[in-house]
Structures are given as structure tokens and as C-alpha cells.
């Protein structure tokens, strides 16, 4: 029998205790829609002793974000460290007007890294580093 759901890619980003922050960010700068949040002391089953860092009962286990049609997924993770390192989220958009908007919000804060313009295949395309240290590229698709 085949399964009836196909494989799926989602980012998981963990902010090490800066799940809440990242989120009101995201919500801002991209529109993202919280599908789903819960905290560690709501979890039905309460993570092994030891885990969780002390005062954490109340940081995001789990979260996820509608960002147009894709899902991140987030978490204060069980470490209050966080490491963006070996991989870049990229984010298209239709317009040039939404590329240099949601540019601007990611770069808020961040680094760029490519400031946004023209590029040989995208009529606009940038790199930033947002205040979390999470990199992005901004991409327009060309107009057929």
C-alpha cells in the first residue's frame, strides 16, 4: 500500500530561550501565522528529569510558523545556546516591493550580508542575518 502522505522539508530552528522573541520577530517581519505553540509545562508527558533547564517551564517545547505556503518550525530547544551554522533559509517572493520590504524587516537588527539588487537571475535578491543570527536570502522570481 503507498502511503498516502508524501515526504515533506521543514526548517526547525532553536533559539535557545529566545523562541518567544524570534516568533513576535517573524510575526512582524515575515507575517507569519503561529499554527501551533506549546510550552514545556504543557506537555502531556513531562520531559525526563534533568532536560530542561530550570525556569524553562514556561519556554516554547514547540511551535509552528505559516510563513506563505511553508512551514518553520521552532523551540526554545534544552540549551540556552543557539548556533545558526551550514545552512541559509530562502525566502521568494513575488514582487520587488515585498523583497526589499521583507528584507528591511529581517535586516532590522541583523546583518546584510549581499545587499538586495539585481542579480542575473532575480530582478531582486539579497543576503541578511537576522538578529538571531539566522541567515537568509530574499529572492524575487523574474516576471515570465
Known amino acids: 500500500m503507498k502511503n498516502p502522505i508524501p515526504p515533506s522539508l521543514q526548517p526547525y530552528l532553536t533559539f535557545g530561550g529566545r523562541c518567544d522573541e524570534a516568533i513576535a520577530f ?9 499554527e501551533m505553540l506549546m510550552r514545556f509545562n504543557e506537555s502531556p508527558d513531562p520531559p525526563p528529569p534533568g532536560m530542561v533547564p530550570p525556569g524553562w517551564e514556561k519556554k516554547v517545547m514547540h511551535s509552528s510558523l505559516r510563513v506563505g505556503d511553508g512551514v518553520l518550525m521552532a523551540s526554545d530547544g534544552c540549551e540556552a545556546t543557539a548556533r545558526f551554522e551550514g545552512f541559509t533559509l530562502s525566502l521568494t ?5 515585498e523583497a526589499d520590504r521583507f528584507f528591511a524587516a529581517l535586516a532590522d537588527g541583523g546583518k546584510v550580508t549581499m ?4 542579480t542575473f537571475w532575480s530582478p531582486r535578491f539579497g543576503m541578511v542575518t537576522d538578529r538571531f543570527g539566522v541567515g537568509w536570502m530574499v529572492n524575487t522570481v523574474p516576471a515570465p
Open 26 to 34: 517573524y510575526q512582524s517581519a515575515l507575517g507569519a501565522k503561529v
Open 93 to 97: 517572493v513575488a514582487t520587488e516591493a
Open 115 to 118: 545587499p538586495i539588487g539585481r
